[in-house]
């Protein structure tokens, strides 16, 4: 067995959307000849609630260090845990490096910063590395624009440190490869040294088997004879322009939609504020609050999530009017073994998830300037939705198509990369 060192900042009992991208691949790798090491930060440090049902799932003989991080200060001043752990994970890295003989050492970001890890190793000991695009780095944000704005400052730091975190890089990989294509276009000496590889998140069937497992029951609403929608995780800040124009269409078409209830879980501005509506502004301002649309902004534990897919009529996914964005919840939609309805970038890669296992219907779009299309398309696709949906059954659905996006086949394609660049 080969040994690799992930650095993770988070990890279960963490409850945000990324950790599940580390929690699968160290928990497929050893099939594939590869023993992870997971290097996280203690959990009295995470400013989300922590999650124990999540931390069930870990395979009991997994080797997890810890490392504490500076607390969050009042004002909030610095919130990247990368940044507040960077050099206690940057010490006890090199510390396991050199004693457990580690192959490689792979890094997923965000967050960010620590990729900076990654050049100190190999500087230091020679070990190779390689890092993870979990989101893109060097990013244009809402404001990024406005000159010494926050978001200015940030992006004007990335262009700076992204060059500096891959020079020595051995492996790039991303969810699609449109999370990686600014890394190989701002350094094009990497296209002769550097492996690089696209795995989307994988889907882990053995997750919703836990739900029964454990006896979870939903709390945020219950079945109440209408078709309930769940749209579960974060809102992308170029997702809520194609959410208008589906808010606007519902208006339009309120009849259509009397018996119809969304809800929205875990799109607050922050993950543990239960008044952090992102929503519910823009379902008031087309009249659905609380008739059509339901809003629980503070992030609830990963397996909470799929007890509510569980007792959901269908499912809502929402992409981003960036091509490369493709939502991980696809896969644990396709897994919920509900109706889909969707509303995608047309290169997202999730598109052709849906469209070839035959789970749901998709409304696709052409990034900012054909995001009119939706409200022009809206309600057509929503009558489609609603006769796939009278004759849908989960047995139905084409599994075979979903196998390459399991968790287990896509960790055998991150070996395969691994096997490469450590070669």
Not at 367 to 393: M, P
Request: glycine share 8%.
């Amino acid at each position: 067995m080969k040994k690799i060192l992930i650095i993770s900042p988070h990890y279960p009992p963490s409850n945000l959307a990324a950790v599940h991208r580390s929690r699968l691949f160290a928990q497929h790798l050893p099939a594939f000849g590869w023993e992870p090491v997971l290097l996280t930060v203690h959990e009295k440090y995470y400013e989300e609630h922590p999650d124990w049902n999540l931390h069930k799932l870990l395979p009991r003989d997994q080797q997890i260090v810890k490392v504490n991080a500076w607390p969050v200060t009042r004002p909030r001043l610095i919130g990247d845990i990368g940044l507040r752990a960077f050099f206690q994970l940057r010490k006890m890295a090199l510390e396991i490096v050199r004693k457990q003989r580690i192959d490689f050492v792979y890094i997923p970001i965000p967050s960010f910063y620590v990729s900076l890890i990654g050049p100190y190793l190999h500087r230091k000991t020679g070990v190779k590395y390689g890092v993870d695009y979990i989101d893109p780095w060097v990013h244009v944000f809402p404001g990024s624009e406005k000159m010494f704005s926050r978001h200015w400052f940030s992006t004007q730091l990335a262009k700076w440190l992204e060059p500096m975190a891959v020079k020595n890089a051995s492996l790039i990989t991303g969810v699609a490869e449109g999370y990686y294509k600014g890394v190989q276009d701002r350094n094009p000496g990497l296209l002769q040294n550097c492996v690089f590889g696209a795995m989307p998140y994988g889907g882990e069937e053995a997750d919703h088997a836990a739900v029964k497992q454990l006896g979870l029951k939903p709390y945020l609403f219950q079945s109440n004879g209408k078709l309930q929608l769940v749209y579960a995780g974060a809102m992308l800040p170029k997702a809520y322009e194609p959410l208008r124009q589906i808010f606007h269409a519902i208006a339009a078409g309120r009849d259509s939609f009397d018996n119809v209830e969304f809800h929205f879980i875990g799109t607050g501005k922050t993950p543990n504020d239960p008044e952090g509506y992102n929503i519910r502004p823009l379902a008031e301002e087309f009249g659905l609050w609380k008739s059509i649309v339901f809003e629980y902004p503070a992030r609830v534990p990963y397996l909470d999530v799929l007890v509510h897919l569980e007792v959901a009529g269908a499912v809502f996914i929402l992409g981003s009017t960036e091509p490369h964005y493709t939502p991980s919840k696809t896969y644990q939609g396709v897994l919920s073994g509900k109706p889909i309805i969707a509303v995608l970038h047309e290169a997202s890669t999730a598109v052709q998830v849906l469209q070839q296992s035959g789970a749901g219907v998709v409304l696709p779009f052409n990034g900012e300037e054909g995001v009119r299309v939706i409200a022009e398309q809206w309600l057509s696709t929503w009558q489609r939705f609603l006769q796939f949906k009278d004759r849908f059954t989960p047995d139905r659905v084409d599994h075979s198509s979903l196998q390459p996006y399991s968790a287990y086949a896509v960790t055998r394609k991150l070996a395969e990369v691994l096997t490469s660049a450590a070669g």
